[in-house]
């Protein structure tokens, strides 16, 4: 997994953005649309310093519509919590799954039925490294 530093978050150029929202049913013809801009950087990164981004490599989460080379935003600032997904440090790597706290301990749960989930051994060398916030997935 590779993981990327958000840069020029200081110098940027604001996005066209329709004012109204995109109806998902059957669209009304009467509705004005005004344009205006949007700033990615505001709307999806709360905390710039400990902000990341990191390519998905693999399919253990698809069913959470995360898909193999999808761009996923992370945040190391955020307490983790109890079914967040996650960028995590397991034994020398990195995966992307689930926290899933139990009172047997923690697991991490992918979406995908074909991946196992893994429950962290005592000994394991193991870190939650930062909490997913966004997935941007390419439609085409």
């Avoid at 139990?102 to 697991?107: E, K, L, M, S, V």
């Amino acid at each position: 997994m590779e993981i990327y530093q958000i840069e020029g978050l200081e110098d940027h150029e604001e996005t066209p953005f329709v004012d109204g929202s995109v109806q998902a049913g059957f669209p009304s013809p009467a509705q004005d649309y005004t344009e205006m801009n949007i700033d990615l950087n505001k709307e999806l990164i709360s905390h710039k310093a400990t902000t990341f981004c990191t390519r998905v490599s693999g399919n253990s989460m698809i069913d959470a519509n995360v898909h193999d080379g999808d761009l996923l935003i992370v945040d190391r600032g955020l307490e983790p919590r109890n079914n967040d997904m996650a960028v995590c440090f397991v034994d020398g790597e990195f995966t992307l799954k689930y926290i899933e706290v139990r009172n047997d301990g923690i697991w991490l749960r992918p979406a995908n039925p074909d991946f196992p989930m893994l429950k962290i051994d005592p000994e394991s060398n193991f870190s939650i490294w930062g909490v997913v916030t966004y997935s941007i997935h390419k439609q085409r």
